[in-house]
């Protein structure tokens, strides 16, 4: 048995979701290897030699593999990924776009987003956005993965190298072309990786008032999330989103606030290990799940939670 | 130009559902069925697409027992010209689904192909990049804005970081996200013409695909509980019992 890992990056860093699926893989059992490609990831490549486990790398160098579209990297994955009993990668939005189109390449089903790996062919995954979670068996010959990162704790990063093997491989395409990309850019951490975040929801009322969230998220060095509902309402943009159909994030510490709790939120949120809700709706169903809920006009409470810390 | 929209009958969103006792399936005894979310969308984007362009033929397609045509009817209440079924009483995973897409997409020869980017129920966020492997189309995920241009389609993507921005040759499969569009409903008049409008039966046999999977369901089973916690009176409480109970801050 042997995996292979497709490591998440912007050519310079490599992405800590990618260490949680070095963890699932590791629980699969075999050797573990980690596919770079990209265009001058050599950063990236060296940083995934030294994650421990990992056997060796795979570092693909071709400036057509740089915004890691679909149509190059597929084949290329499918490629090196068939002589592997697992195709493994974290079910972020790169993962979920590519990792489909190479199982079926591979002619084999694909297991989206696991969240626990009970044999090296028994996986369970949420299904209903987490209202049950199924427990499937794969017999294919090839198990191709999704993994929800925040299932997995990350891999430890060593000091010693695992070698680092140089592969040319090119697939051009002429199907698709990248135009541009608009990425956020914020002091803060990102919600996926923040041990804590703080999110705010309808009650917020408008986008201004986020800088009261702010505020607290600057003294807790956290991150500012949002609910569907505040999102959808035009507060923030849509990359703050917490949720089934946003991000899936499950930090030390979430602080729910104007956020009503509706079942698409709670999906995103309810494995952080501490919640806090701050609500002034008592009946709020974020209270069901919350370990400290406070009764409380939102708009007198974060500035005293703010000077209080 | 033709295009195609993938229509799946699911449990209706507002529906909270639970496992089985005996972990066999979801009970959705009784439960109120609709069209996946983001089917809805997709259908959307395609009659807005017809409604902009000239000579534009929309296809839905389900896959599923007869009772989908409820929801086809739906999708040509709203606007799609015709409907196919591909009826099977089996369920169907991704994989084989993109097949039986692809065999449509040959034969109808279409232009666009736009499907939710998943269903509301499995959750597998698959078929849409199955389909554009098994064809060699260029595919536009999770798009939150599409506009065409000469033979080709610039679709707008949401990414993690934000918003990444493609132009994809023609033909190409596009999968919605949320913020694509709000989708209308449909006005009586159109419910009853819709009721003319001719829907296709064929079964995956006769399209030549195997829907067998190498992936089985052992159980499903309820996701841990979370109990509700304590009520605390003030911000004060709260900073302590953070700081000093769950040693949070």
């Known amino acids: 048995m042997s995996n292979l890992v497709i490591a998440e990056h912007d050519q310079n860093s490599l992405k800590s979701s990618t260490l949680s699926a070095v963890t699932a893989a590791l629980a699969i059992g075999g050797d573990v290897d980690i596919l770079v490609c990209g265009k001058g990831a050599d950063d990236v490549a060296k940083s995934a030699a030294l994650v421990c486990g990992v056997s060796k790398v795979i570092h693909v160098d071709n400036e057509i593999y740089e915004h890691q579209l679909a149509e190059s990297v597929a084949p290329l994955v499918s490629e090196i990924g068939k002589t592997y009993s697992g195709v493994l990668t974290p079910a972020t939005t790169t993962g979920k776009n590519l990792l489909p189109r190479v199982a079926a390449l591979l002619d084999v089903s694909q297991i989206s987003d696991i969240v626990n790996v009970k044999s090296n062919n028994v996986f369970q995954r949420p299904i209903y956005a987490g209202n049950a979670i199924a427990t499937v068996e794969s017999s294919d010959s090839i198990k191709v993965i999704t993994v929800r990162a925040t299932a997995f704790s990350e891999a430890e990063v060593g000091e010693i190298p695992a070698p680092i093997e140089n592969v040319s491989l090119v697939f051009a395409q002429e199907l698709s072309q990248f135009i541009g990309e608009r990425l956020s850019q914020s002091e803060r951490p990102e919600l996926t990786s923040a041990g804590i975040i703080i999110s705010g929801g309808r009650g917020m009322q408008n986008g201004e008032n986020f800088q009261l969230l702010e505020k607290v998220a600057d003294k807790l060095n956290a991150a500012v999330g949002a609910s569907r509902a505040a999102v959808d309402a035009g507060f923030v943009p849509n990359d703050y989103q917490v949720g089934q159909t946003g991000k899936i994030v499950a930090p030390d510490l979430y602080i729910a606030v104007g956020i009503s709790g509706a079942i698409q939120h709670l999906a995103g949120m309810k494995d952080s290990k501490v919640i806090v809700a701050i609500n002034k709706d008592e009946e709020a169903p974020i209270f069901q799940i919350a370990d400290y809920g406070l009764v409380a006009d939102l708009f007198a409470a974060l500035p005293e939670l703010e000077a209080s810390l | ?249």
């Not at chain 2, 536009?140 to 993507?157: M, N, P, Y």
């Open chain 2, 1 to 249: 130009m033709k295009i195609l929209v993938g229509i799946k009958r699911v449990v209706d969103a507002n529906v909270k559902v639970r496992a089985k006792s005996d972990g066999s399936g979801m009970d959705l005894t009784n439960a109120k069925m609709a069209m996946n979310p983001f089917c809805e969308i997709a259908v959307e984007q395609a009659i807005r697409i017809k409604e902009s362009e000239s000579d534009v033929e929309i296809i839905s397609v389900s896959v599923g027992p007869k009772i989908c045509q409820e929801q086809i009817r739906t999708a040509l209440a709203l606007g799609a010209d015709r409907g196919i079924l591909v009826e099977t009483d089996n369920e169907v995973s991704p994989l084989p689904v993109a097949k039986i897409l692809r065999e449509i997409v040959l034969k109808e020869q279409i232009d666009l192909v736009i499907l939710g980017k998943l269903s509301i129920d499995t959750d597998n966020n698959q078929v849409g990049q199955m389909l554009a492997a098994l064809l060699d189309y260029p595919q536009g995920t999770f798009a939150c804005k599409t506009e065409l241009q000469d033979g080709k389609i610039e679709v707008s993507r949401e990414i993690d970081g934000g918003e990444q921005t493609l132009l994809l040759n023609l033909p190409a499969i596009v999968t919605t996200d949320l913020r694509l569009n709000e989708p209308r409903y449909a006005s009586l008049p159109n419910i009853m013409k819709a009721k003319k409008k001719p829907i296709e039966i064929v079964t995956p046999e006769e399209l030549n695909v195997d829907i067998s999977s190498g992936l089985q369901m052992i159980n499903v089973s309820p996701p841990e509980e979370r109990l509700a916690g304590v009520k605390v009176e003030s911000v004060a409480e709260l900073v302590d019992k953070l700081r000093n109970e769950a040693k949070v801050i």
